[in-house]
């Protein structure tokens, strides 16, 4: 029998990458099959639309109500569903499927992600951004519903896959390729353009996570993830820089042993073993790692005066639960900015850390009981006091210009 599928984000990088999987399985004839429930989109109605009617999705969504009529005219005649609207994201992430995965980028995935949970669905969890805000609920509602989560970005999937076989783990060592200015100096780094932010060199990747990645905030996002869904504080969590990307992460167990796991730098690998969990039946076109061919693996520490990120994550998970979303928020405004040329690649940072310095956190209970609407409205002020960021940033940025 066919495995039933939703992708929330099915226009992106990973959804993308999901859908070559299931390309493959569908055409391989000893391997299982998928049957699209619903994919789901932004703004990208086109793709949206080719791809619903390419897999023969049951369900398409596109998440700004404004395009409903577009999605419609774009599906018509093919039987699939139009739907719109965030309510429609989460209504189709609570129908019941073999799997869900949460491949929308930023906070905006956190709300599908939950009612995907909460409706029993397990989740391959792509979507971070859920996770560093809302780590505690979510696993929480999964508990209570006995849904799983599976991890599925590379590093945290590695973890997981070593993990599995139980043992007793002292560190998790979290690889990091380092970024496009890996060897970049400081002083160049005040003028990197969003395009040469956005050239990674192992990954091809959505802007937002190129940017994150090119600062070392995704690694500290990634730092912050690891540590809710793996229940490990932040001192047991290391950050390894290794600029190969072919071992994609480490644990280290109490014997003295370190065990990884590796492959091509290829999202592929661990969307399929996310959608088979607990099995490991998928197939894949994956190029098959050749440790010759690579010759040598090189690894290093994390320059913290150039890439201060980590640090503020570590800083902010030990603030208590509201922290993350702040930082996240703050990034999530900083990084947009960036991109829209509304201010420099270095004011991210400087954003971020000024953020986590407001009192925004502090009309909020701490402890590790955020509900939702506590999470959502933390955002949406960290949101509002980040623009204020982002102006005085810009102003700075215009004036040393003239
Ligand atoms: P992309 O930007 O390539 O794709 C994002 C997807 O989310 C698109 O389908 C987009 O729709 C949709 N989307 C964007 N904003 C909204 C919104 N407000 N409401 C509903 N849907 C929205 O991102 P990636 O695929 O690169 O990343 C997705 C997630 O996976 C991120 O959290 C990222 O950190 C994580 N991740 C990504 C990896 C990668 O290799 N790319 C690796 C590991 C983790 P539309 O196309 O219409 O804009």
Redesign the pocket.
């Given at each position: 029998m066919a495995r039933t599928l939703t992708i929330l984000?099915?226009?992106?990088?990973?959804?993308s990458s999901a859908l070559a999987v299931v390309d493959h399985c569908n055409r391989t004839e000893d391997c299982e099959h998928f049957e699209i429930e619903a994919l789901?989109?932004?703004?990208?109605v086109h793709?949206?639309a080719d791809r619903a009617i390419k897999y023969g999705a049951k369900r398409a969504v596109i998440?700004d109500a404004a395009l409903y009529a577009d999605l419609k005219e774009a599906l018509d005649g093919s039987g699939i569903e139009p739907m719109a609207g965030?309510d429609a994201?989460e209504e189709v992430a609570r129908i019941p499927v073999d799997r869900v995965l949460a491949?929308?980028?930023?906070i905006?995935?956190l709300k599908s992600s939950h009612a995907a949970l909460d409706a029993g669905n397990s989740v391959a969890l792509?979507?971070?951004?859920s996770m560093v805000c809302a780590g505690s609920l979510l696993k929480t509602v999964a508990a209570a519903r006995g849904a799983a989560i599976i991890p599925?970005?590379?590093e945290h999937n590695a973890m997981f896959q070593v993990m599995e076989r139980g043992g007793d783990v002292e560190r998790l060592i979290l690889t990091a390729s380092g970024g496009p200015f890996r060897e970049t100096p400081a002083e160049k780094l005040k003028r990197v353009t969003p395009k040469e932010a956005c050239a990674h060199p192992n990954?091809s990747?959505?802007?937002?996570?190129s940017v994150?990645s090119a600062t070392l905030m995704?690694k500290a996002l990634e730092l912050i993830e690891a540590s809710y869904l793996f229940d490990f504080p932040e001192d047991r969590i290391d950050v390894l820089v290794h600029p190969q990307s072919v071992i994609h992460s480490l644990v280290a167990y109490r014997d003295g042993s370190t065990l990884a796991q590796l492959g091509t730098p290829d999202?592929r690998t661990p969307i399929a073993h996310a959608l088979s969990w607990p099995e490991r039946r998928l197939s894949t076109d994956v190029k098959r790692l050749d440790l010759a061919e690579w010759a040598s693996l090189t690894f290093g520490k994390v320059d913290d005066t150039r890439f201060p990120s980590i640090r503020l994550a570590r800083h902010a998970l030990n603030m208590g639960p509201a922290a993350p979303v702040v930082l996240n928020a703050a990034n999530e405004v900083a990084v947009s900015a960036f991109l829209e040329g509304k201010c420099r690649f270095l004011d991210i940072r400087w954003i971020v850390e000024e953020a986590l310095g407001l009192d925004i956190a502090q009309s909020l209970k701490t402890g590790s009981d955020l509900g939702l609407g506590d999470v959502m409205s933390l955002d949406q002020e960290s949101r509002r006091r980040s623009d204020e960021l982002v102006a005085a940033a810009g102003a700075q940025m215009r004036s040393e210009a003239q």
């Open positions: 984000g099915a226009t992106g990088s990973i959804g789901t989109a932004h703004k990208d793709s949206l998440a965030s994201l491949a929308i980028v930023g905006a995935g792509a979507n971070k951004e599925t970005d590379s990954w990747m959505g802007r937002k996570i994150d995704n999202m």
